[in-house]
């Protein structure tokens, strides 16, 4: 008998590519083969997002068109994973019978179970074929069992990079799972549950393994990452071993470590993996957040050359009354504080994060400060997001959604082309330097140049376009900054992907800058060649 294909598609954060990069990896051993094509599969798993509406209304359209063909009869388990499954419950299963399985993101290691009840049962019932926390209390005594099944499905990740589908020289570390902060916008709280801090030694040993797969650069994720502690001898399992931990809470990062007590703050949880695991060329983290963001942690990024001097750490408004009906617990004050610091002790930082416009109540005066934000800072890039009211959160049942589409429309097209200013003009800064640059990509030079609102911003002109198109190579430097380069002549493009290769960056728009490769220049990564061996 043939192995059984799935089609995997997965929505939204980097959370959910990891959560499906460890579903493919078990599903995988387990004998079922993948497929990038949804019409060659039996088995059509969505990982879903409910951070906004509009990533919930994508899903529902491939649900639609996946359901039409199983009601013209095609054999086909349907299963939605994720954030949409937590949230929506079995109301989703109501609108939609022809969804096989639900499975929360917190359940995900019963997603081989549930597969089997569903194919072995037409008669199966929703509650087999359902593994959701549902209102599974936040701090419930069960939730340390529940947390030790779901930490057995990190542990056991596939570190083949084929069978996790992932490129084999970045990959992802969960350190916390959920979020305790309850931004009064975000469903995360909701459907990921409440904060959970893995063991070091978990982490750290898996660092290692992928490492030894041929990861260069490892990404560390939480939901407010800096905010990961783990406290020793709290919580140990019966065999002995370390288990995942709720979050301390606020007072933990007013109060310090308390005496006699052994911590693991998040300073400390990097400082081990840089030195433990020396294979890492890139060691990076999302998402911080802006408060409570201690000084140690910068410190240690300086100290420590193979942390890359990055920051995520999203603002979300400019106004504090905002700020404040978003319960984010800081002032603009406070967070430009946060950036000083970070660009005092880092001067080589970039600093990225989010903003929400058409927040309930926001008025022009309110979108003002945050435009001033994002003028007056060093921002590489924003995300900037339409308020989008959530079922299940705060701000939907306490403020109304007063702002138009038109008015959220206008405003984001606003900040936006603001942040395209700040964006060239922190890249301007750059230029003249020489930087390390991971290759990540070749590409052609018709695609090297990404489009800003759909108009791409190139120089070509119609003829060149009927030329064949110059090999281009793309990467990241350790900020965050992509960076294009011509292919040295007579080389082979694909050689230089996977490399870390000093780059002098000759010029830039507000998306990308372009550099050459330099010669003669010692490069300090284990891993990377110089360009003298070119
Ligand atoms: N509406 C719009 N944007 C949102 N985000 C989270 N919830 C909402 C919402 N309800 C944005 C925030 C967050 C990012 C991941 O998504 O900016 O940082
Ligand atoms: Fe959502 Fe706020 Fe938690 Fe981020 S910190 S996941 S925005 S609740």
């Known amino acids: 008998m043939s192995a059984t294909t799935v089609y995997l598609e997965t929505f939204g954060c980097q959370m959910n590519e990891l959560d499906s990069e460890l579903v493919r990896g078990q599903l995988s051993t387990l004998g079922y083969t993948f497929s990038d094509n949804p019409d060659a599969a039996q088995i059509v798993l969505f990982n879903t997002c409910s951070v906004r509406e509009h990533a919930e209304s994508k899903v529902y359209s491939r649900i639609g068109i996946v359901s039409r063909r199983k009601l013209a009869g095609e054999n086909i388990l349907l299963g939605v994973l994720g954030c949409m499954a937590e949230r929506d419950g079995l109301a989703l299963l109501q609108r939609y019978p022809q969804v096989d399985i639900m499975c929360g993101p917190g359940e995900l290691d019963k997603l081989p179970a549930l597969i089997d009840a569903a194919r072995r049962s ?23 069992a529940v947390q030790d099944d779901l930490e057995n499905l990190d542990l056991s990740r596939a570190f083949d990079p084929v069978v996790a589908g992932r490129n084999s020289f970045a990959a992802q570390v969960r350190i916390t799972r959920g979020c305790n902060k309850f931004c009064t916008y975000c469903v995360v709280p909701n459907t990921r549950g409440a904060e959970v801090h893995r063991p070091p030694d978990h982490i750290i040993d898996e660092c290692r393994k992928l490492a030894d797969a041929g990861a260069l650069e490892i990404t560390l994720l939480g939901q407010t990452v800096n905010h990961y502690r783990y406290e020793h001898g709290a919580a140990v399992t019966i065999s002995g071993r370390e288990a995942p931990q709720i979050g301390p809470g606020l007072a933990a990062f007013r109060t310090g470590i308390p005496v006699g007590k052994r911590v693991t703050t998040f300073a400390q949880l990097l400082r081990r993996i840089h030195d433990e695991v020396p294979a890492i060329a890139r060691l990076r983290f999302v998402t911080s957040y802006p408060r409570d963001f201690g000084r140690d942690i910068l410190e240690t990024m300086r100290d420590c050359p193979r942390i890359c001097r990055y920051l995520h750490a999203p603002a979300q408004s400019g106004s504090d009354r905002i700020l404040k009906l978003m319960n984010r617990g800081y002032t603009r004050g406070e967070y430009e504080a ?22 309930p109540t926001e008025t ?5 400060a945050s435009c001033d934000m994002v003028r007056k800072l060093p921002f590489k890039n924003n995300f900037i997001f339409k308020y989008s009211p959530r ?13 138009s ?14 942040q395209t200013q700040t964006s060239a003009r922190v890249h301007a800064t750059w230029i003249g330097r020489t930087v390390d640059v991971l290759i990540e990509e070749v590409c052609t030079q018709r695609d090297a140049q990404p489009a ?26 350790g900020g965050d900054l992509i960076v294009s380069m011509d292919t040295p002549q007579g080389a082979n493009p694909s050689d230089f992907v996977g490399q870390i290769m000093p780059v002098l960056l000759q010029r830039g728009s507000a998306l990308l800058l372009h550099g050459a490769f330099t010669t003669g220049l010692v490069v300090p990564q284990s891993r990377s060649i110089s360009a003298a061996q070119l």
């Open 338 to 359: 946060f950036a000083a610091e970070a660009l005092e002790i880092l001067p080589d930082a970039t600093i990225a994060g989010d903003f929400i416009v058409g927040f």
């Open 391 to 403: 079922p299940g959160t705060v701000a939907i049942d306490r403020f109304k959604d007063d702002i």
């Open 364 to 368: 022009d005066e309110d979108f003002e």
């Open 405 to 418: 589409n038109e008015v959220k429309k206008f405003r984001n097209n606003v900040l936006l082309n603001l």
């Open 452 to 477: 800003i609102g759909g108009v791409e911003l190139r120089w070509e002109t119609k003829a060149a376009k009927m030329q064949p198109a110059p090999t281009t190579l793309r990467g990241r430097t």
């Open 122 to 144: 037409d008669t199966a019932t929703a509650a087999d074929r359902t593994a959701l926390a549902g209102n599974r209390t936040r701090r419930s005594a069960a939730l340390s």
